[in-house]
C-alpha cells in the first residue's frame, strides 16, 4: 500500500494499462510533454513514446474521431478531453458513432475507448471550466460512465475501464485529484469491485445519502456531522452513472426508508432525478419520505466568486437530511 | 513575410504595403508605441494581480502587442471583433476600462462589457467558436448592405479545430466582409504549431480560396498595413481574408502554466531580439523622436493606467449570492424561480446573512 494522490493513481493505472497492452493507446491535448493540464499524464510519453502517448491537434471532434478508427483496427484509444467545457465539439462523434458502432454493426465492431474528461467545480476556474455534464452522456445507450471518487478506484478502474470492451466516459473529479490516499497498485482490477457496482462508504439507519464523484467526500463529512446530531446517515458513491446499480441503492433504502441524493451538476433531468424516481418504484413502500435532492441550481455554470453558492456544501447537505427526516429545515413551513 | 521594421528597428519599404501605411504620421507612430508599452505594462500589472491572488487567472500577451495594436488600429468604430480570451490589448485598444476587462479574470462576472457599445464580443474561451460567430456577423453585415466588416481572432492552435474550417467554408462561399486573424504565438499551451500544421498556417486560408497573407506580426506597421488591406477588400466586396500574423508567446500560456515544462529557453531568447517594442523605439530613436520628454509621457501613461487596473480590480465588491440565478434566462422561468426562492430560505435560515455567506465552503 501506497499513499498517493488521485492524480498519481490514475497516472500508475494508465501505466500498467499501457505496460499490460500495446493496443492501448493514449491521446490529447498537451498529454505528452507537458504530462496533461493536470500532469495526470506525466511522464508517459517519455517512457513509451510520441506513437503511444499522442499530442494531438487541437480538435476534439477529430480526437475522438480517430479514436473510432483506431478503434476499429483493433487499438484501445484513451483519450483525454482537457476539460469538461470541451467535450461538446466532440460529442457527435461520442454519441453518435462512439456509443452506436456496436449496436450499428450487430455486435462486430468493438468499440472499447475510454474518454477522459477532468470534471466538477470548486477550483476557481473560468467558464467552461467546472462543468458537471454527464447526465448527456447517461442518457446515451450505449455508453457505460463511471466516475471514482478515491485514489484507489481510480487505479483499478482506470485500468478496468481500459480493458472493457464497451466504451466509457470516466469523468475524473477534478478538485479531488490532489486528494491523498491509500492505493494498493498491485490490487488485480479483475479482482477488484467491477465498475459498474455501488459502494457503501459510511453504514447507516436512518437515511440513505447517494453521492458520487467530487461529492462522496463531502457527502461523508455530511454522515460524519450528522452522527454528532445523533443521525445516522448511510453514504452510497455510485461509481458508476450508467448503468447505475440500483440494487446496492435500494437495499440501503429499505433499510433507512428516506433518500437523499445530491450531485454538482443542475437538477432538471439529472442523475438524482433517475435515482428519485427509479428508487421511488422499487421500494415505494418502504419510503417514509419522498426523496430529496441536493443539486446544483439550473444555470449556467456560475463565475468563481459566487461558484460557491452554486455547490452542494455540507451545510446544504444536512439541509437535505433534515428534511427526508422531517426535522425543522430551511423550507420547514412551505408546501409544494 | 510581410515587414516593414525590421528587429533593428530600420524602416525597410515594401512597394506593395507601402501605400498602405503613407499616412501614419510621426505623431501616429509615437502614439502606436504608446499603445504597446502601455498594454505590456497592463500585462504585467494583471499577472501581479493574479500572483497575489486578486484575479483567479491572467492569459498573459507579451510578445503580442504588435499583432493586436497594428490589428486594432486598423478598424473603424463600426467593425465589429471577435477576440479569444487573450486579446486584452485588443479590449484596452477599443476603450475598454480596465477594470472591466479584469472582471472576467476575477471571477466576479461572465462578462466585463457590453458588446454593442465597444463593437466587440465578450471574450471566448472554447477554442475556435467565434470564428464562426463573426462568420455569421459577416453575413449580417453583406444582408444589411453596409460597408463595415468583422474581424476574429485565434491563435494557430485553433486552426485545428473543425469550427475555424466550417468558418472559412461559410466565409468563403457567401464571400463576406471577415478578416481571419491569426496570431500564430507558435505554442498552443504546450504544443508547437508543427503539431497543428504540415504546412505555414498561412495556406489555411488559400485551400479555402481565401486570400491570405503572411506577416511579420512583432512588426506594428506590417500589421496595420496587412489589416488595412484586408478591410479594405471586405469593404468593397471582395470577401474574407486570412492574415497569419507570425508572433511569439513570451510568458507562459496562463499564469495556471509552466512552459518551462516544454520550451528550450533558447528559443525565448531568439525571439526577445525580435521583440515588438524595442523595434518601434529604435525606430522612433533613428528618427530623434525619442525624447526624454515623450518617454516620460508614456511612461507616465503606463504608471496610471496600471494604477487604474489595481484600484479598480482590489475595490471591485464581490457579487451578491443570488447573482448566481441573474440572467439564465430573458424572461421568468418556474424552475429556477423555484430554486432561487428555497435557497433564500436556506441563505435565511443562517439568521445573519454575512455569517451565512462566510460558513458557505464548497470543499
Ligand atoms: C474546444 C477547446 N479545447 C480545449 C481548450 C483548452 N485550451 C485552452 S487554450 C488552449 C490552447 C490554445 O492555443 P492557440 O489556439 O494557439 O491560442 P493561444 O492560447 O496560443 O493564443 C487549449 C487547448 C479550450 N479552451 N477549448
Same mark, same amino acid.
Given at each position: 500500500?501506497?499513499?498517493?494522490?488521485?492524480?498519481?493513481?490514475?497516472?500508475?493505472?494508465?501505466?500498467?494499462?499501457?505496460?499490460?497492452?500495446?493496443?492501448?493507446?493514449?491521446?490529447?491535448?498537451?498529454?505528452?510533454?507537458?504530462?496533461?493540464?493536470?500532469?495526470?499524464?506525466?511522464?508517459?510519453?517519455?517512457?513509451?513514446?510520441? $506513437?503511444?502517448?499522442?499530442?494531438?491537434?487541437?480538435?476534439?471532434?477529430?480526437?475522438?474521431?480517430?479514436?473510432?478508427?483506431?478503434?476499429?483496427?483493433?487499438?484501445?484509444?484513451?483519450?483525454?478531453?482537457?476539460?469538461?467545457?470541451?467535450?461538446?465539439?466532440?460529442?457527435?462523434?461520442?454519441?453518435?458513432?462512439?456509443?452506436?458502432? $456496436?449496436?450499428?454493426?450487430?455486435?462486430?465492431?468493438?468499440?472499447?475507448?475510454?474518454?477522459?474528461?477532468?470534471?466538477?467545480?470548486?477550483?476557481?476556474?473560468?467558464?467552461?471550466?467546472?462543468?458537471?455534464?454527464?447526465?448527456?452522456?447517461?442518457?446515451?445507450?450505449?455508453?457505460?460512465?463511471?466516475?471514482?471518487?478515491?485514489?484507489?478506484?481510480?487505479?483499478?478502474?482506470?485500468?478496468?475501464?481500459?480493458?472493457?470492451?464497451?466504451?466509457?466516459?470516466?469523468?475524473?473529479?477534478?478538485?479531488?485529484?490532489?486528494?491523498?490516499?491509500?492505493?494498493?497498485?498491485?490490487?488485480?482490477?479483475?479482482?477488484?469491485?467491477?465498475?459498474?457496482?455501488?459502494?457503501?462508504?459510511?453504514?447507516?439507519?436512518?437515511?440513505?445519502?447517494?453521492?458520487?464523484?467530487?461529492?462522496?467526500?463531502?457527502?461523508?463529512?455530511?454522515?460524519?456531522?450528522?452522527?454528532?446530531?445523533?443521525?445516522?446517515?448511510?453514504?452510497?458513491?455510485?461509481?458508476?452513472?450508467?448503468?447505475?446499480?440500483?440494487?446496492?441503492?435500494?437495499?440501503?433504502?429499505?433499510?433507512?426508508?428516506?433518500?437523499?441524493?445530491? $450531485?454538482?451538476?443542475?437538477?432538471?433531468?439529472?442523475?438524482?432525478?433517475?435515482?428519485?424516481?427509479?428508487?421511488?418504484?422499487?421500494?415505494?413502500?418502504?419510503?417514509?419520505?419522498?426523496?430529496?435532492?441536493?443539486?446544483?441550481?439550473?444555470?449556467?455554470?456560475?463565475?468563481?466568486?459566487?461558484?460557491? $453558492?452554486?455547490?452542494?456544501?455540507?451545510?446544504?447537505?444536512?439541509?437535505?437530511?433534515?428534511?427526508?427526516?422531517?426535522?425543522?429545515?430551511?423550507?420547514?413551513?412551505?408546501?409544494? | 513575410?510581410?515587414?516593414?521594421?525590421?528587429?533593428?528597428?530600420?524602416?525597410?519599404?515594401?512597394?506593395?504595403?507601402?501605400?498602405?501605411?503613407?499616412?501614419?504620421?510621426?505623431?501616429? @507612430?509615437?502614439?502606436?508605441?504608446?499603445?504597446?508599452?502601455? *498594454?505590456?505594462?497592463?500585462?504585467?500589472?494583471?499577472?501581479?494581480?493574479?500572483?497575489?491572488?486578486?484575479?483567479? @487567472?491572467?492569459?498573459?500577451?507579451?510578445?503580442?502587442?504588435?499583432?493586436?495594436?497594428?490589428?486594432?488600429?486598423?478598424?473603424?468604430?463600426?467593425?465589429?471583433?471577435?477576440?479569444?480570451?487573450?486579446?486584452?490589448?485588443?479590449?484596452?485598444?477599443?476603450?475598454?476600462?480596465?477594470?472591466?476587462?479584469?472582471?472576467?479574470?476575477?471571477?466576479?462576472?461572465?462578462?466585463?462589457?457590453?458588446?454593442?457599445?465597444?463593437?466587440?464580443?465578450?471574450?471566448?474561451?472554447?477554442?475556435?467558436?467565434?470564428? @464562426?460567430?463573426?462568420?455569421?456577423?459577416?453575413?449580417? *453585415?453583406?444582408?444589411?448592405?453596409?460597408?463595415?466588416?468583422?474581424?476574429?481572432?485565434?491563435?494557430?492552435?485553433?486552426?485545428?479545430?473543425?469550427?475555424?474550417?466550417?468558418?472559412?467554408?461559410?466565409?468563403?462561399?457567401?464571400?463576406?466582409?471577415?478578416?481571419?486573424?491569426?496570431?500564430?504565438?507558435?505554442?498552443?499551451?504546450?504544443?508547437?504549431?508543427?503539431?497543428?500544421?504540415?504546412?505555414? @498556417?498561412?495556406?489555411?486560408?488559400?485551400?479555402?480560396? *481565401?486570400?491570405?497573407?503572411?506577416?511579420?506580426?512583432?512588426?506594428?506597421?506590417?500589421?496595420?498595413?496587412?489589416?488595412?488591406?484586408?478591410?479594405?477588400?471586405?469593404?468593397?466586396?471582395?470577401?474574407?481574408?486570412?492574415?497569419?500574423?507570425?508572433?511569439?508567446?513570451?510568458?507562459?500560456?496562463?499564469?495556471?502554466?509552466?512552459?518551462?515544462?516544454?520550451?528550450?529557453?533558447?528559443?525565448?531568447?531568439?525571439?526577445?531580439?525580435?521583440?515588438? *517594442?524595442?523595434?518601434?523605439?529604435?525606430?522612433?530613436?533613428?528618427?530623434?523622436?525619442?525624447?526624454?520628454?515623450?518617454?516620460?509621457?508614456?511612461?507616465?501613461?503606463?504608471?496610471?493606467?496600471?494604477?487604474?487596473?489595481?484600484?479598480?480590480?482590489?475595490?471591485?465588491?464581490?457579487?451578491?449570492?443570488?447573482?448566481?440565478?441573474?440572467?439564465?434566462?430573458?424572461?421568468?422561468?418556474?424552475?429556477?424561480?423555484?430554486?432561487?426562492?428555497?435557497?433564500?430560505?436556506?441563505?435565511?435560515?443562517?439568521?445573519?446573512?454575512?455569517?451565512?455567506?462566510?460558513?458557505?465552503?464548497?470543499?
Amino acid at each position: 500500500m501506497m499513499q498517493m494522490t488521485f492524480a498519481r493513481a490514475l497516472n500508475s493505472g494508465l501505466r500498467r494499462s499501457l505496460d499490460n497492452d500495446p493496443k492501448v493507446i493514449l491521446m490529447g491535448e498537451d498529454i505528452g510533454t507537458l504530462g496533461g493540464v493536470f500532469r495526470v499524464t506525466d511522464g508517459l510519453q517519455k517512457d513509451f513514446g510520441k $506513437h503511444r502517448v499522442v499530442d494531438t491537434p487541437l480538435a476534439e471532434s477529430g480526437i475522438v474521431g480517430t479514436a473510432v478508427g483506431l478503434a476499429y483496427r483493433g487499438y484501445r484509444p484513451v483519450v483525454e478531453i482537457q476539460f469538461d467545457g470541451f467535450v461538446y465539439p466532440a460529442f457527435d462523434q461520442i454519441v453518435s458513432q462512439v456509443a452506436k458502432m $456496436h449496436y450499428r454493426s450487430r455486435g462486430t465492431v468493438k468499440m472499447p475507448i475510454t474518454i477522459r474528461i477532468p470534471f466538477g467545480g470548486g477550483i476557481g476556474s473560468p467558464e467552461h471550466h467546472s462543468e458537471s455534464p454527464e447526465a448527456y452522456f447517461a442518457h446515451t445507450a450505449g455508453l457505460r460512465v463511471v466516475t471514482p471518487a478515491s485514489p484507489q478506484d481510480a487505479h483499478t478502474m482506470i485500468q478496468q475501464a481500459i480493458a472493457c470492451d464497451d466504451p466509457v466516459v470516466f469523468f475524473e473529479p477534478k478538485r479531488r485529484y490532489h486528494d491523498k490516499g491509500e492505493v494498493d497498485e498491485t490490487l488485480d482490477p479483475n479482482s477488484a469491485p467491477p465498475m459498474g457496482q455501488a459502494r457503501v462508504v459510511t453504514d447507516g439507519s436512518d437515511v440513505t445519502l447517494v453521492a458520487y464523484g467530487p461529492l462522496v467526500k463531502t457527502a461523508r463529512d455530511a454522515a460524519t456531522a450528522a452522527a454528532d446530531e445523533g443521525v445516522s446517515v448511510e453514504v452510497i458513491d455510485l461509481r458508476s452513472l450508467a448503468p447505475v446499480d440500483f440494487a446496492t441503492v435500494e437495499a440501503s433504502v429499505r433499510k433507512t426508508g428516506r433518500l437523499v441524493v445530491t $450531485h454538482e451538476a443542475g437538477q432538471s433531468g439529472g442523475l438524482g432525478a433517475e435515482v428519485a424516481a427509479s428508487i421511488t418504484e422499487r421500494c415505494f413502500y418502504h419510503l417514509e419520505a419522498a426523496p430529496v435532492r441536493i443539486t446544483g441550481f439550473d444555470v449556467p455554470y456560475p463565475y468563481s466568486k459566487v461558484e460557491m $453558492h452554486h455547490l452542494p456544501n455540507l451545510d446544504r447537505i444536512l439541509d437535505g437530511v433534515d428534511r427526508a427526516l422531517g426535522r425543522p429545515n430551511s423550507l420547514s413551513g412551505l408546501e409544494g | 513575410m510581410v515587414q516593414l521594421i525590421t528587429p533593428a528597428g530600420e524602416r525597410v519599404s515594401h512597394p506593395e504595403y507601402d501605400p498602405w501605411v503613407k499616412d501614419v504620421s510621426d505623431e501616429q @507612430l509615437c502614439s502606436l508605441y504608446e499603445d504597446l508599452v502601455v *498594454i505590456r505594462r497592463i500585462d504585467k500589472e494583471a499577472t501581479a494581480l493574479q500572483r497575489q491572488g486578486e484575479l483567479g @487567472l491572467w492569459p498573459p500577451l507579451l510578445g503580442q502587442e504588435a499583432s493586436q495594436v497594428g490589428s486594432v488600429r486598423a478598424l473603424r468604430d463600426d467593425d465589429f471583433i471577435f477576440p479569444s480570451y487573450r486579446e486584452n490589448g485588443v479590449a484596452y485598444c477599443r476603450g475598454v476600462d480596465v477594470k472591466d476587462i479584469l472582471r472576467v479574470w476575477r471571477g466576479a462576472a461572465s462578462g466585463g462589457w457590453d458588446p454593442y457599445k465597444f463593437n466587440l464580443a465578450i471574450p471566448q474561451i472554447v477554442i475556435g467558436a467565434q470564428t @464562426l460567430h463573426a462568420t455569421g456577423y459577416a453575413m449580417g *453585415i453583406q444582408n444589411d448592405g453596409a460597408d463595415s466588416a468583422a474581424i476574429v481572432y485565434f491563435g494557430d492552435g485553433a486552426t485545428s479545430e473543425g469550427d475555424v474550417s466550417e468558418a472559412m467554408v461559410f466565409a468563403a462561399s457567401y464571400q463576406v466582409p471577415l478578416v481571419f486573424f491569426c496570431q500564430n504565438n507558435h505554442w498552443a499551451i504546450s504544443e508547437p504549431v508543427r503539431v497543428q500544421s504540415h504546412t505555414q @498556417l498561412v495556406e489555411r486560408g488559400t485551400g479555402f480560396g *481565401i486570400p491570405s497573407m503572411r506577416i511579420d506580426g512583432n512588426d506594428v506597421l506590417a500589421v496595420m498595413a496587412a489589416t488595412r488591406v484586408a478591410l479594405d477588400r471586405a469593404r468593397r466586396g471582395g470577401g474574407p481574408t486570412f492574415i497569419e500574423a507570425v508572433t511569439y508567446r513570451m510568458g507562459p500560456h496562463t499564469t495556471a502554466d509552466d512552459p518551462t515544462r516544454y520550451r528550450d529557453p533558447n528559443e525565448l531568447e531568439d525571439w526577445a531580439a525580435k521583440d515588438p *517594442i524595442g523595434r518601434v523605439h529604435a525606430l522612433l530613436d533613428r528618427k530623434g523622436l525619442f525624447t526624454e520628454e515623450f518617454e516620460t509621457s508614456v511612461r507616465t501613461k503606463a504608471d496610471a493606467v496600471a494604477r487604474d487596473l489595481r484600484a479598480g480590480c482590489v475595490g471591485m465588491p464581490d457579487p451578491e449570492p443570488l447573482d448566481v440565478f441573474k440572467h439564465v434566462y430573458s424572461t421568468p422561468n418556474s424552475w429556477l424561480d423555484r430554486q432561487q426562492d428555497h435557497y433564500s430560505r436556506y441563505l435565511a435560515s443562517f439568521g445573519d446573512p454575512e455569517a451565512a455567506e462566510q460558513e458557505e465552503g464548497a470543499r
